[in-house]
Nanobody
Framework: QVQLVESGGGLVQPGGSLRLSCAAS????????MGWYRQAPGKERELVATISSGGATRYAESAKGRFTISRDNAKNTVYLQMNTLKPEDTAVYYC??????????????WGQGTQVTVSS
């Protein structure tokens, strides 16, 4: 049974920092591409950052320079370090694990999400 469990969300003031964690089980973590997505009320879910099985990272424009995605394969965990948080970062953040084969999605799994609220 695949499980992705996010943690680390909460309430933070503008300019503050949070580190989100996503612990994975039931998957071969090291061969999955991992990602963080977020969805704010009234908006569509958007990609925040991804990290491939090989460690290559990509970021949404809004996250560049402020957020860092990383992974620890030994711990089956992916992280999202968020600095200089802004009110517009407020959203539910979801962890994603994806395995591709020949351009098709072989497996696609999502966590339940963790709430991040940036407000004074």
């Amino acid at each position: 049974q695949v499980q992705l469990v996010e943690s680390g969300g909460g309430l933070v003031q503008p300019g503050g920092s949070l580190r989100l964690s996503c612990a994975a089980s039931g998957v071969i973590f090291s061969i999955n591409d991992m990602g963080w997505y977020r969805q704010a009320p009234g908006k569509e879910r958007e990609l925040v950052a991804t990290i491939s099985s090989g460690g290559a990272t990509r970021y949404a424009e809004s996250a560049k320079g402020r957020f860092t995605i990383s992974r620890d394969n030994a711990k089956n965990t992916v992280y999202l370090q968020m600095n200089t948080l802004k009110p517009e970062d407020t959203a539910v953040y979801y962890c994603n694990a994806r395995r591709l084969r020949l351009g098709s999605i072989l497996n696609d799994n999502w966590g339940q999400g963790t709430q991040v609220t940036v407000s004074s």
